[in-house]
């Protein structure tokens, strides 16, 4: 490696950290002020669009599901070339699942306050309860089996 190539390397980093801390305070603001803090309260009040973190919810869990399979079929095949598939897969998976799960967090004004209402007064009816159950309970525990 030649010090041309270091650098880039330590740059890229650089930036990536950076973009992290500017997750973690976008984060926190929203945590403190609900979506009110980071413009997300009224469609088309500017901001990001909100129904973004709905439609990644569906692309992470239709990605899961997909990896889920693929690793299925190929642990079931016995086929020694697939096996490598499979140990890619599943962890994956796992991942789509995590991230949809935190998508659907995302998409709460308040995140913390939405998981403790959601095992204090919890509706079979709500679609968070029922997004969020299927993601965390069915997707993230059959994935781990």
């Known amino acids: 490696m030649s010090l041309r190539d270091d650098r880039a390397a330590l740059l890229s980093l650089l930036a990536l950290f950076g973009l992290a ?5 976008a984060y926190l603001l ?3 002020q609900g979506d009110v ?3 997300m309260r009224d469609v088309g009040g500017g901001g990001a669009v909100w129904g973004l973190y709905i439609v990644m919810d569906g692309c992470f869990l239709g990605s899961g599901i997909a990896l889920m399979a693929a690793a299925c ?3 079931f095949s016995r086929d020694d070339g697939m096996e490598a598939v499979a140990r890619i897969a599943m962890p994956s998976a796992m991942a789509c699942f995590l991230a949809a799960s935190l998508c659907v967090l995302c998409d709460q004004g308040r995140p913390l306050a939405a998981i ?3 095992s204090l007064y919890g509706r079979a009816q709500s679609p968070m309860f029922a ?3 299927a ?3 069915i997707c993230l525990v059959g994935s781990l089996v």
């Open 131 to 133: 997004t969020f159950t």
């Open 37 to 39: 803090g980071t413009g």
């Open 135 to 137: 993601v965390v309970a």
């Open 30 to 32: 929203q945590l403190h």
């Open 73 to 75: 079929i190929a642990r």
């Open 21 to 25: 801390a500017l997750g973690a305070v």
């Open 116 to 118: 403790t209402n959601l």
